[in-house]
Structure formats: C-alpha cells, structure tokens
C-alpha cells in the first residue's frame, strides 16, 4: 500500500555515437557489484523510431559475465527516424527496473538517443 520502491543497481552503458541504416545497432549494457543471487533473470531491449506516435518494440537480450547483449535489426534500423531505446531488467517477480532511470526530480531523459550515420 506504499510506493514500490526500484532496486538502484548500478549499470553502466555507452551509446552509440550513430548507426548504419539497415544494419543491425549492437548494444550492450554491464552490471557491476551485483551477486549471482541479485543479478535479473531477464533483460530486455526496448527501442522504437523517434516518433511518438508508434510503439515500443522489444528484444531479449543474452548474458554473459555480468554483461548483456542485444541488438536493434537492421530492418528497424531502415527508417528515416533517429533511434530511442532503453533497458529492462526484471528479477522473477520480486522486482523490475529499469535503465536509465527516472532520476528522483524525474528532470532527466529517461532513453538513450541515436541518430543514423551521416553520409
């Protein structure tokens, strides 16, 4: 009956400067300091077209030694629109998050932001 409260678990990723139209955007995001028994049982990509009046696309993404990996198909890719995406992490059904988060004001932008390479 209270506010949930989301795990702070550090994560740490680096975007892309831009992407290659029609070729897949590999992403991958790292968990540092977390035990095996606190690590997600799923991870997923959330991505879309910068355009909002489409929906949130989604991908599961593969781990390996504290870091996951995924990527954004290149026929997504394809698209005259910048990219958006962000992380989803979920730990069975205790507790779900997401990265990046909404900060405690909720002032900063919670999605990464990619524009395609230009030519």
Not at 36 to 52: E, G, K, S
Not at 55 to 64: D, N, T, V
Request: proline content about 11%; hydrophobic content about 30%; overall charge positive.
């Amino acid at each position: 009956s209270g506010r949930p409260r989301r795990p702070a678990v550090p994560c740490t990723h680096t975007p892309p400067a831009s992407f290659d139209p029609g070729q897949p955007l590999a992403l991958t995001v790292r968990i540092s300091g977390t035990s095996a028994a606190a690590a997600p049982t799923a991870v997923r990509l959330c991505y879309r077209h910068v355009n909002q009046g489409e929906r949130w696309r989604s991908a599961e993404m593969q781990g390996e030694n504290g870091g996951y990996s995924g990527a954004i198909p290149g026929e997504y890719t394809q698209s005259p629109y910048p990219l958006e995406y962000y992380f989803e992490f979920e730990r069975g059904n205790e507790s779900a998050w997401l990265f990046p988060a909404l900060n405690a004001t909720l002032s900063n932008q919670p999605y990464y932001a990619v524009s395609k390479r230009s030519a």
